[in-house]
């Protein structure tokens, strides 16, 4: 048995407009939390930074942070190699 289509989807195309309009909220309202906590970390580098640390070498840490052990490892080993073969 078919679903019945109501007016309100005639209306706009088939589409379930409140659904829709729903998913549209929800999606802009973590957008904006998004933003604000790329502007809380900002701030925070900046804190670093006046304190004295190297960000791009913090930044650098962080993205370590987040690997696993065992990838970490095998990129300090081969920038050990590179380095070796460069004469570093």
Same mark, same amino acid.
């Given at each position: 048995m078919a679903k019945a289509v109501t007016e309100e989807e005639i209306k706009t195309g088939g589409v379930a407009a $409140? @659904?829709?309009r729903s998913l549209v909220e929800r999606i802009e309202r973590l957008e904006e939390e998004r933003k604000a906590l790329g502007n809380d970390i900002k701030d925070i580098y900046a804190e670093a930074k006046s304190a004295g640390f190297d960000v791009k070498v913090l930044r650098q840490l962080? @993205?370590? @942070?987040?690997q696993e052990p065992? $990838?970490? $490892? $095998?990129a300090e080993t081969l920038l050990d190699v590179y380095r070796h073969a460069l004469g570093m």
């Open positions: $409140e @659904r829709l962080i @993205r370590i @942070r987040k065992a $990838e970490v $490892e $095998e």
